[in-house]
C-alpha cells in the first residue's frame, strides 16, 4: 500500500483490474424494431379476363386483379416493434398494413386486438374487408363515382366497385398495392406513386406514410401527400378492433364502452350514402358523447349497427384532437384515437359473415350456379375487391350460400365481432359545399396525423 501511494504522489498511475461483468452494461432499448419478410408479390399483378371461366382460374384471377406492385417491388416486408410495456406491433408493406396490436391487460397478459390474416396470400382474397389497410386515395363513398373537382370544375368518373358507387380507392386502391419503404431510426416511412387517371382519379400522387411505436404504447401514423394537378386525396386506416382479442368474438364486443368527441354525424339513405347534411346527435342512438355500451345501443340502431361518419368537435387551428376512446372493462384495455381530420367513421362490423345466416351448398349443383352467377355479373363478381361485398353479393346469393371469413390462428370473425374507429374527411366530400375541402392542389400536401394511444384502467369502472 506504501508503495502504491508512493507511485500516486510521483505522477504514476495505479492501473486496478476491475472484474469483467462490472465493465460491462446491456442496456435493454424501450422499444426495439425488427425486419423481416413477410411473402412475395405475384408475378403477374393482371391477368387478362376471359368471358367464360371454370370457378378454379376464377379463384386465381381474383386474388391476382385484388393486388399490384407499380413499385416493381416483389418482397413484402414485415416490420416489428416490441416496446419494454410488452407491447408489439406489426406491419406489412402490402398495403400499408397493420397486421398485429398486442398489448398487455390489467393482469398483465398480452394479446392481440386487431383482425387480420397469417399469410400474405390470405390478404389477397376479395372477401378481405381491408383489414388494417392504409385506405386511399378517398376513404369511404362517392356517389356514382363522380367527382367535381374545383376551381377548374373538372368531372372525374372514378372506378365503380360497390354497386354504382366508388368506395375505398377503387378496385386496385392503396390498400392493395405493395409500398417501398425504408427504416430510419426508429421509424418507418413507406411511399407509393398513384400515377395519372388510376381508378380515374386526376393528378399523379406521390404518397408517404411514417409509422412510430413508443415506449408509451402509442402508434403514431403521418400521412403526406402531394399531387402534380388537381385532386381530391382523403386517408385513413382500417383497423378492426376487439379489445377482449381479436378472437373474442360478439360478446365481448358488446361490453366495450365507447366515447365519441363529436356533436354531429352525417346522415346516409339506404344505400349507405351522405346525404350532405349534418344532423345533431342529442336525443338520438348516435351520442356518444357520454361514454356508453355497445349492447345497450346497437339493439337501438335501425341498420342493425353503427355505420356512420361522426363530425368530429375541433378547436380552431386544432392540430390533433381526440376522437373516439374504448373501453373493455374485464381486461381493462384502453385505445383512445386522436386525429387532425375533420371527421372519423365508426363501424360495428354489420357486414362481417353472421353465422346465423351459414347455408350449405349442394354439392352437384355447384358449377351450375357458379356459371349462372358469372354470367349474371362478371365484372361485380371479380371487382369486389371490398370483402364486404363479396360476401354480401358473390356469395351471399343463393349460389354460394354465406361463407365465413377465417382469419388469424384459425379465428371466425363474426357480424359485430369487431368495430372501427377511422379518422378522415367527411364521405363524398368533394361533392358537397357545406362539407370539408377534400381537393389537393399542386404545391400544396395533404397531412393526415393518427395516433392510437393504448393503455389501461386498473380500478373498477363505473
Sequence with gaps: M???AEE????????????ASEDIVIKVPDVELLVDGFGFMPEDAKLPRKSKQSSKSLTEQSVHDSCASSTNIDIVRRYTWVTKNRMTVQIITYGATITTIKVPDKKGVPDDVVAGFDTLEEYFQPSNPYFGATIGRYANYIREGTAVVKPSGRVYMLSQNRGHNHYNGGRVGFDKVNWRSYVNGNKVV???ISERFNEGYPGTVMAQITFEVSCDNTIKIEMKCTTSEPTIVNLSSALYFNLAGHHAGPEQMYEHIITINADKFTPTNDEGLVTGEKNVVGGTVFDFRVPRVLRAMLPKVPMGGFDVNYCITQGTEQDLTFQARALHPVTGRVVEVYSNQPGMQFYTGNLLPDPDKIVEELEGEEEAQEEDV???????????????EAVEESKGKKSYGYVPLIGKKGTYYKKHGLFCLMPQNYPDAVNHKNFPISVLNPGEVYVHKIQYKFGLLLGKYV
Design 2 to 4: 506504501a508503495e502504491e
Design 190 to 192: 413507406m411511399s407509393h
Design 8 to 19: 500516486r504522489a510521483s505522477g504514476d498511475t495505479v492501473s486496478v483490474t476491475k472484474p
Design 374 to 388: 358469372k354470367e349474371e355479373s362478371d365484372s361485380e363478381s371479380e371487382s369486389s375487391a371490398n370483402g364486404e
